[in-house]
């Protein structure tokens, strides 16, 4: 599905040629449902903690809002630059995580994402999380998700 998408719409092929070249190789791609009052938070991590790869600029992520993700239902935590922090030590609890006391909070930002709209992370190094989803409006948040790699 992601593949398509890819290749149909010019938009998002040209952003993630920009950043990995014009031939991106689909690394891995997930459909994730966040229904109201179900489930709990996607703690920090960073995605190279359930796959290792080299270099951590070698895959972008490209996060796409089926839905309205909103701050009022549980949309995605970003540390502007976070990039540029190298691999973090995780552990393991329920989830993968980063150790506590490694974020600032004073540096995460909500990253609302309207339906339709994209947000495209370098997520084998950009620690990310996501709070519950606490709200029935406007509806769940539903990502479709793909992985890309340089070729």
């Known amino acids: 599905m992601f593949q398509r998408l890819l290749a149909e719409n010019h938009r998002i092929h040209g952003v993630v040629a920009s950043i990995l070249g014009d031939a991106p190789i689909l690394f891995q791609e997930m459909a994730l449902v966040k229904p109201s009052f179900v489930g709990t938070e996607k703690p920090w991590h960073q995605d190279n903690a359930y796959f290792s790869v080299t270099p951590l600029d070698a895959i972008l992520g490209v996060w796409i809002a089926l839905d309205d993700a909103g701050v009022e239902n549980g949309c995605m935590h970003v540390i502007p630059g976070g990039h540029e922090m ?61 992985e890309m790699e340089r070729d």
């Open 86 to 146: 190298g691999s973090l030590r995780h552990h393991h609890t329920s989830d993968c995580e980063i150790l506590p006391g490694r974020i600032d909070s004073g540096q995460v930002r909500p990253v609302p994402v309207p339906a339709g709209g994209a947000l495209f992370l370098r997520v084998a190094a950009a620690p990310d999380a996501a709070e519950p989803q606490p709200t029935t409006p406007p509806g769940p948040a539903i990502p479709l998700s793909g």
